[in-house]
Each structure stands twice: as structure tokens, then as C-alpha cells.
């Protein structure tokens, strides 16, 4: 069993930055590819990042490559995603997710986290 707590959203003006931050519970955090995804009002929820449980892969969506980056800390069992250069269109509530692959779809992860708001304005 896994627990997810994501924190660092906000609200932000466009261009600028933000890093969520997603802490886990329990020993197994580093077997765990970690991904995150986002859902902003009246949408479906979409893929954003993943990485895998070493670090090593990354993968991305193509809406926010080259602006967000993945990364995770075993020793401190968190996964991290900073968010540079931030559009209007980034606003959505940030989950992370925790699963056996670093997938871009969401059923394949097995723990969610409950989600931080991220608001860009214009």
C-alpha cells in the first residue's frame, strides 16, 4: 500500500513557474514508477509525465516537453515536476499517481494521490 500527498500548487501568472511535489508513505517508493497527470474542469484526466522507479526514463507528454521536467528522490520518497513557462492552459488539478510502469495511461497506475490545484492566469 502506497499513500500519495501531492502539495506546491498555486496560482501563478502565465510564464511563470511552480514545482508540485508528491511525498509517499511506506518502504516500497523506490519499486514504483511515479507518474503525473492533470485534469482541468469539464475534461478528462491526461497524462502529463512519468518516470521510472530508478530515475533513469522519462517520458513526456507532448503538451508540456521542454517546460516540465520529472524527477524523484528514493531517500526521501518523493517525486517532484517542475513546471516552467507556464500557459493558461496548464490550469488543472495535478495528481500523482504510483504503478509497476512508467505508463502514459492512467489505468496501468495502482495509487493516486488526492490532487493540488494549479491556476495560470493570463
Known amino acids: 500500500q502506497v499513500q500519495l500527498v501531492e502539495s506546491g500548487g498555486g496560482l501563478v501568472q502565465a510564464g511563470g513557474s511552480l514545482r508540485l511535489s508528491c511525498a509517499a508513505s511506506g518502504r516500497t517508493f523506490g519499486s514504483y514508477a511515479m507518474g503525473w497527470f492533470r485534469q482541468a474542469p469539464g475534461k478528462e484526466r491526461e497524462f502529463a509525465a512519468a518516470?521510472?522507479?530508478?530515475?533513469?526514463?522519462?517520458n513526456y507528454a507532448d503538451s508540456v516537453k521542454g517546460r516540465f521536467t520529472i524527477s524523484r528522490d528514493n531517500a526521501k520518497n518523493t517525486v517532484y515536476l517542475q513546471m516552467n513557462s507556464l500557459k493558461p492552459e496548464d490550469t488543472a488539478v495535478y495528481y500523482c499517481a504510483a504503478g509497476g510502469y512508467s505508463s502514459d495511461i492512467a489505468y496501468e497506475y495502482d495509487y493516486w494521490g488526492q490532487g493540488t490545484q494549479v491556476t495560470v492566469s493570463s
Open positions: 518516470i521510472s522507479w530508478n530515475g533513469r526514463s522519462t
